[in-house]
């Protein structure tokens, strides 16, 4: 049993000292997210910043997979941190699970690098081996999506043995299921066409169902065990919950895909259906977390790990207004013909991957955080509880000023640029120049700053927390039913 306060990985099992791997980077990249975000926020400011040296699209597109690629690593990490927990059995073939993450880390490091020092090639076949390749979220040159669909492959084979050998929780049943979408969908995204409709058809398969379905699911399973862990509730009813949640993906996460399918050229049915069924993905997971908060209130609502639980609430919301109103916004066809690519997406985008997804993550380093100190006391009067607290608050009110800012100036690009200029290259610029859109590009700015502040607490909080207690852990009694 590790000291309390100091951290140590020795009452870890296996599959939770590689989390911790995967953690550690997934830190270090939502931190190269948030630099080169606000490389590109700028450039929207002063369009001379760094010409020639870090144009806006090389930003943009660090920006984007960084994004990507940090929440892929928390998902990863946090499946392995609950598996041998939820399976009763050690990490079936973890020396080569341990292989992946550093083959797969280097991987990420050349990409990086790639989208960095080699923006261009020539336009020849060759040239897709050695330069992204343009479409967006998943600009990886070619070898690095091979890569990807390898380590995914390791990563089910882990997870599958792993409950084959042990026990079979309805936790571990969906997660094991899911990990055949995730392989299997990210293939879509990774043949030609020279049509572009077909192109974008088979492209947002990834982007959608990969990344809005397949994660979807991820994250209810680990935070299921998240509330099971911080609040003490009942797994039948998180298990109850993850299984609508599996249901209604069939419906709102496979057809919901249709409102990207408005103007690519697709049969004009996906305008109805695409429409209608789009705002219910973020149902069950929010109704998930209520339903355990409620739960837990015969124990009197006590948490062992407040920042975790502080958190998992945050994703709830986040989840609810970013996927859900947000995105039900600017989904129905008749408003999208004037929101579609303009800065009202983005919106939608920041609010929906920071609260469905990065919440989830960071409250998953709070858990990690708290075990590695063995097991030390992160309830009520932690001492220096003060930076998990303003991290959450500096992040939450960057982002949400981010969100409005853009808000604002997608509004006067859709009835400037859209509706008044007909989409024309006129409206387009008079759209960029207009008041409202510049305030709103400064106003994000600034939500930027205080987004960064929140990074740099979360981060020291991370490193430091607990390190003063010498309290252990809140044990909380199984609530009697």
Known sequence: MATL??????????????????????????????????????????????????????????????????LLYGFLGGVYWILEDEAGVPVVGLGLANLIFWILTLAVVIVVLVYILVQVGPADIKSIWLIMEGREYIEAPRWADIGIVVSVL???????????????????????????????????????TPNVSVDQFWWWW?????????????????MAYMLIQTLGVRRKIVETWLYIEVAMLFGSGILGLGHHYFWIGTPQYWLAIGGFFSALEPVPLVAMVVHAVFDSGVHKLKSNNHPALAWTIAQAAGNLFGAGVWGFMHTLPQINLYTHGTQWTTSHGHLAFYGAYATA?????????????????????????????????????????????LLIAGYEQSQVERAMEGATW??????????WFIQGMNWRMVGGWFFSLGYVLLVWDI???????????????????
């Open 5 to 70: 306060g100091v951290f140590d990985t020795a009452n870890l099992n296996g599959g939770q000292k590689l989390a911790i791997k995967y953690f550690s980077v997934a830190l270090a990249l939502f931190g190269a997210q948030v630099l080169f975000g606000m490389f590109a926020a700028f450039q929207y400011i002063a369009p001379d910043f760094l010409y020639e040296v870090l144009d806006f699209s090389v930003n943009r597109t660090v920006h984007v997979n960084a994004l990507v690629v940090w």
């Open 154 to 192: 390791v990563f089910f084979f882990n997870v599958a043995a792993t409950f084959s050998k042990g026990k079979y929780t309805g936790i571990g049943g969906v997660l094991v299921l899911d990990l055949l979408a995730l392989f299997g969908l990210y293939l879509a995204g990774m043949f030609y």
């Open 206 to 222: 990834v982007i959608h169902m990969w990344v809005e379905a397949t994660w979807e699911v991820i994250v209810g399973c680990i």
């Open 361 to 405: 993550v960071i409250a998953f380093f709070y858990l990690a955080a708290q075990k590695s100190r063995g097991n030390v006391w992160m309830s009520g009067g932690l001492v220096g509880d003060w930076k998990w607290k303003w991290a959450l608050a500096f992040q939450w009110i960057g982002m949400l000023a981010m969100v409005m800012a």
């Open 426 to 435: 006129m409206g387009y610029f008079a759209g960029q120049s207009h008041p």
């Open 463 to 481: 490193l430091t927390i607990g390190k003063r207690e010498t309290r252990p852990s809140q044990v909380l009694a199984p609530a009697a039913h």
